[in-house]
């Protein structure tokens, strides 16, 4: 079996960047990577995507929003990340199970056990061997996030970056709560640092960990 490799963090937190320049030091050192992404990764959970970011969708029931969830995990999980993982690759995704938890449970204050029911049903065996979470400020992060997405040129994905201060600061304060519930499993790195600072910290994390097996 391969290495499963999550990335999360809230919005703005840098996340995307550092899990590319992780899949190419990997590269260079030989390893098969599989960069992937949630909600997406596959064509049909890219089409519930487009659904679930589009800000024009924003009156979408909070449990309509966690049902699309499962269901682009389900097929991203069965189609992608299961048979890297059984070929033998690391594969790197941005956002997983966690980033549920932290927007469904905790932001939109949805049942945490309806959630981890799900969670558990879309995933099958597959959980994370480690997660690099990236935290930062909810002002500073939803500053950078705002930015990027005026630069955009194509569809703007903006529905979550809409959302009130408050519900962002619930989301940061879940994924700090997950962390601290499963040390071993996670990695929080201040993502308000110098970007090499960043990157040279999950290196460092990362390449730790696959020396374990």
């Known amino acids: 079996?391969?290495?499963?490799?999550?990335?999360?963090?809230?919005?703005?937190?840098?996340?995307?960047?550092?899990?590319?320049?992780?899949?190419?030091?990997?590269?260079?050192?030989?390893s098969p990577v599989v960069l992937t992404r949630e909600p997406g990764g596959?064509?049909?959970?890219?089409?519930?995507?487009?659904?679930?970011?589009?800000?024009?969708?924003?009156?979408m029931v909070p449990l309509a929003e966690l049902f699309l969830y499962a269901a682009a995990r389900a097929q991203h999980v069965s189609e992608v990340i299961t048979p890297a993982l059984e070929a033998g690759k690391i594969v790197l995704c941005d956002r997983f199970t966690d980033a549920t938890v932290a927007y469904q449970g905790h932001g939109r204050q949805l049942s945490l056990a309806l959630i981890e029911q799900l969670n558990r049903l879309a995933t099958g065996q597959v959980r994370p061997h480690l997660t690099i979470l990236l935290d930062c400020p909810v002002e500073v992060g939803l500053g950078r996030a705002l930015a990027r997405i005026e630069a955009t040129t194509g569809a703007k994905e903006?529905?979550?970056?809409?959302?009130?201060?408050?519900?962002?600061?619930?989301?940061?304060?879940?994924?700090l709560q997950l962390a601290a519930a499963e040390p071993d499993r996670f990695v929080v790195i201040d993502g308000?640092?110098?970007?090499?600072?960043?990157?040279?910290?999950i290196t460092t994390a990362v390449l730790s960990r696959l020396a374990k097996g």
């Open 1 to 30: 079996m391969g290495c499963f490799i999550t990335f999360e963090g809230p919005e703005g937190c840098g996340k995307t960047t550092q899990m590319k320049l992780l899949a190419n030091c990997l590269a260079e050192k030989g």
């Open 42 to 59: 596959c064509p049909i959970a890219d089409k519930i995507r487009e659904v679930l970011l589009d800000a024009a969708n924003s009156g």
């Open 158 to 175: 903006e529905r979550f970056e809409q959302e009130s201060i408050q519900f962002h600061h619930r989301v940061r304060s879940g994924y």
């Open 192 to 201: 308000n640092q110098d970007i090499m600072d960043v990157q040279a910290a």
